[in-house]
C-alpha cells in the first residue's frame, strides 16, 4: 500500500521512499506490475511474456517519469534519514517521506525503548522542521494472530513505539489473513485490504476505510463496496 502511494504522489509531487528493507530495483519491479498489470512474480524474475513487452515498456516509461526518489541503503540511524531529507527537500523540493519500516532504524542497543521513543518523538521533528508529512510503516506485535476472540488491531498491538507522537495511526489489514471470512453485512471479505484509523489528531478516530486489493499486481484501490459507508465494525 505504501508503494502504492508513493508511486501515485510521484506523478504530480516529489517524494523521498526511504526502504530499509528491500532493494530498489525490488521496488520499481512492484511498480511496474502495477503499471502494467504484470505479475509481480514474473516481473521480479524479468520472465516477461512477448506480448506484454509493449506493455511492460510503457510502465517502464512511466515510472521514469515518475518524482519518486528511493533511497534504499539499509542500516539508516534517524539522525542519518533527517539530513538526507533535508538535503533533498532543499535540492529537489519533496513534498513527503515515507519510511519502510520503523524498526529497521538503526539504534544505539543500550536501550532498545529508549531509542525507539526517541526516534518516533525525532519523525515528528523531521515533518515540523522540513514541514511536509512523514508516513512511517511500523509491525504490528505478532500475538495478534494467536489472539482468541476479535482480531481487531488495537493501540497495544504496536511493538514498543511512542504512539503519542503521531498525528494519525491506521492499521492496515487483510481479514482473510486472520481468519475473518466475511463483514458483517454478510460479504466474502478475500482480496480485500481494511484501514483502521484508530487515532486522528485532527478528526474523528474510529472510521474503517475498505480497499479492493490485487495480490499479483501488488495494487491496493479504493473500493466500491457499500460497506464503507456503513461504516460499522469489519471484525464484529
Do not use: W
Not at 506490475?33 to 512511466?62: C, H, L, T, W
Not at 513505539?161 to 487483510?174: R, W
Amino acid at each position: 500500500m505504501a508503494i502504492n502511494e508513493s508511486s501515485h504522489i510521484a506523478q504530480s509531487n516529489p517524494i523521498l521512499y526511504f526502504s530499509l528493507e528491500m532493494k530498489q530495483e525490488s521496488i520499481i519491479n512492484r511498480i511496474c506490475a502495477d503499471f502494467a498489470e504484470i505479475p509481480n512474480y514474473r516481473v521480479q524474475k524479468n520472465d516477461i511474456y512477448s506480448g506484454e513487452m509493449q506493455q511492460y515498456d510503457s510502465a517502464m516509461g512511466n515510472i521514469e517519469k515518475l518524482n519518486l526518489f528511493i533511497n534504499d541503503k539499509p542500516r539508516l540511524t534517524i539522525n542519518q534519514i533527517y539530513l538526507i531529507a533535508k538535503k533533498m527537500k532543499f535540492q529537489n523540493g519533496i513534498k513527503a517521506i515515507i519510511i519502510d519500516h520503523f524498526h529497521l532504524i538503526k539504534i544505539k542497543g543500550k536501550d532498545k525503548m529508549a531509542d525507539y521513543e526517541e526516534n518516533a518523538r525525532m519523525l515528528k521533528v523531521i515533518a515540523k522542521d522540513l514541514d511536509l508529512p512523514v508516513i512511517c510503516l511500523f509491525q504490528l506485535n505478532r500475538d495478534i494472530e494467536k489472539r482468541a476472540g476479535s482480531k481487531k488491531p488495537k493501540m497495544s498491538d504496536l511493538r514498543e513505539v511512542g504512539e503519542q507522537d503521531a498525528d494519525v495511526i491506521a492499521f492496515v489489514t487483510q481479514p482473510e489473513k486472520l481468519e475473518v471470512e466475511a463483514f458483517a453485512d454478510g460479504t466474502p471479505s478475500s482480496n480485500k485490504i481494511v484501514v483502521n484509523i484508530a487515532k486522528n489528531r485532527e478528526g474523528i478516530p474510529g472510521s474503517e476505510l475498505i480497499f479492493d486489493f490485487k495480490g499479483d499486481y501488488q495494487r491496493v484501490y479504493e473500493s466500491e463496496h457499500e460497506y464503507i459507508k456503513q461504516r460499522k465494525d469489519v471484525f464484529e
